[in-house]
């Protein structure tokens, strides 16, 4: 097509490359400028959530150093907050599921870790889905797409090939869209946060437990006395089988402690 191009209207190499140039950089010029306040501040979001869509990127040598210099800065305080906010939640929500319980009146009205996933989970499919409707109406995207945005940009895996607030001047004709947009991310991130913290969480409570029951198993093989001798207790119960009560004398099953008797039957 190129070669096509350049042989139908004569252009010569340099026109076509500056050609290139200028159809290249005016998609992004669509929203805006890109490095007004607005576009910087959604610049700014983006980074500290380390989305890092790759819509806009800094061009110059103090540009590129600088925002190296602030990503190292306000990543590790972002996560602070998005931690924190994840925190409260958390707390919020077991406070709604404890008053919960108890108008329902039941059983146990604490707030456990399943409990907690269950809300935050629904709080998350809840954000994604509402935000994938918003986005749709307003960026003419199918729901699908939208909902693929969303999932993409608060799981801050941030492709790219979806950015919102590229189109029609979005970024200095829709200041409320702006600030719907950036509150989507930053409420959307602590929640999915919160949701994240809690399922891992979960699976190191699950190791714990499983590690507690290796080391009950482990404890469970008690040493019993059978004449006169320490002997495994699996081995014990076989020797007073095999022997015959008159034969065995070690202690009676009464003689035994039961918590003794509890751990040697598992």
């Known amino acids: 097509m190129k070669s096509g191009l350049v042989r139908k209207y004569n252009i010569t190499p340099e026109d076509y490359h500056m050609i290139e140039i200028v159809i290249i950089e005016n998609k992004p010029h669509k929203a805006g400028p890109q490095w007004k306040f607005a576009g910087a501040f959604y610049f700014a979001t983006v980074v500290l959530a380390m989305i890092g869509y790759g819509h806009s990127t800094p061009v110059t040598v103090g540009g590129k150093a ?9 990543i ?37 870790e399943m409990n907690l996933m269950f809300a935050t989970g629904m709080l998350s499919s809840i954000i994604i889905t509402t935000g994938a409707a918003v986005f749709s109406r307003y960026e003419g995207w199918s729901y699908f797409d939208s909902f693929y945005y969303c999932f993409v940009t608060l799981t801050t895996i941030g492709f790219g090939d979806y950015v919102a607030l590229q189109n029609d001047q979005a970024l200095t004709s829709k200041p409320g869209y702006v600030a719907l947009s950036l509150v989507f991310i930053l409420f959307g991130l602590a929640v999915v946060a919160a949701s994240i913290n809690l399922l891992v969480l979960r699976f190191m409570t699950m190791q714990a437990e499983e590690n507690a029951r290796d080391e009950d198993k482990d404890d469970s093989r008690t040493i019993l006395p059978v004449d006169g001798q320490v002997r495994d207790d699996q081995a014990s119960v076989c020797s007073c089988n095999c022997l015959g009560n008159k034969q065995c004398s070690g202690p009676r099953t009464s003689e035994i402690p039961s918590d003794l008797i509890e751990r040697a039957s598992v």
């Open 76 to 112: 590790p305080l972002g996560l602070v907050m998005f931690q924190s906010i994840g925190e409260r939640l958390n707390k919020f929500a077991s406070v709604v599921i404890r008053r919960a319980k108890c108008y329902l009146r039941c059983n146990t009205t604490e707030a456990t």
């Open 66 to 74: 600088f925002c190296m210099a602030y990503a190292m800065v306000g």
